[in-house]
Antibody, heavy 121, light 107 residues
Framework: EVQLVQSGAEVKQPGESLKISCKGSGYSFNNYWIAWVRQMPGKGLEWMGI????????KYSPSFQGQVTFSADKSVKTAYLQWSSLKASDTGMYYCARTIAASGSDGLDVWGQGTMVIVSS | EIVMTQSPATLSLSPGERATLSCRASQSVSSHLAWYQQKPGQAPRLLIY???HRASGIPARFSGSGSGTDFTLTISSLEPEDFAVYYCQQRDNWPSTFGPGTKVDMK
């Protein structure tokens, strides 16, 4: 079965760092891009950016450039999303999703279950 | 950045009725448009890619059409499990952008 499994919910304080994970299985992890999508409470979907699992080539949406860092470790088929200093406005659900190309005709065909991040003092 | 708009914001229908959801892009996205369904507490699910291609396992009652700036998702006959929020996404221009969503709820 093709799936992406994300790490569990996190509760953090402002200023703390955080790294969440997205582990792929059932497919050739290195040949796909992993997209990160934010959903703030009660709101819609926001495109954060994308990373190629094979070589960690990353592209960031301008809204998230400099705010987060993508990484990937193909030896464990896992992509990561990290923050160096969390803000309350980072509170939300974060999804990873698979796509064959950085842009173009295909969609995000496999999604992780989401990781809820709560940032509160 | 391409702005995606969706209408209506909410669509109140009964099971068995036809649902027509619209998505408009602020500039042409060719056919690089996808549709997703999201139910409460769940991750989104890909329904349609490349404007009109059904994703694997998606029932035939879901269909997509359009190109350029105007797109439509049609659900030919609503099943109880189809009541959800639907998002369109353009993947033609960086950064990719999502529409705000259309909620299909039960009348």
């Amino acid at each position: 079965e093709v799936q992406l499994v994300q790490s569990g919910a996190e509760v953090k304080q402002p200023g703390e760092s955080l790294k969440i994970s997205c582990k792929g299985s059932g497919y050739s992890f290195n040949n796909y891009w992993i997209a990160w999508v934010r959903q703030m409470p009660g709101k819609g979907l926001e495109w954060m950016g994308i990373i190629y699992s094979g070589d960690s080539d990353s592209k960031y949406s301008p809204s998230f450039q400099g705010q987060v860092t993508f990484s990937a470790d193909k030896s464990v088929k896992t992509a990561y999303l990290q923050w160096s200093s969390l803000k309350a406005s980072d509170t939300g659900m974060y999804y990873c999703a698979r796509t064959i190309a950085a842009s173009g005709s295909d969609g995000l065909d496999v999604w992780g279950q989401g990781t809820m991040v709560i940032v509160s003092s | 950045e391409i702005v995606m708009t969706q209408s209506p914001a909410t669509l109140s229908l009964s099971p068995g009725e036809r649902a027509t959801l619209s998505c408009r892009a602020s500039q042409s996205v060719s056919s690089h448009l996808a549709w997703y369904q999201q139910k409460p507490g769940q991750a989104p699910r890909l329904l349609i890619y490349y404007a009109s291609h059904r994703a694997s396992g998606i029932p035939a009652r879901f269909s997509g059409s359009g190109s350029g700036t105007d797109f439509t998702l049609t659900i030919s006959s609503l099943e109880p499990e189809d009541f959800a929020v639907y998002y369109c996404q353009q993947r033609d221009n960086w950064p990719s952008t999502f529409g705000p969503g259309t909620k299909v709820d039960m009348k």
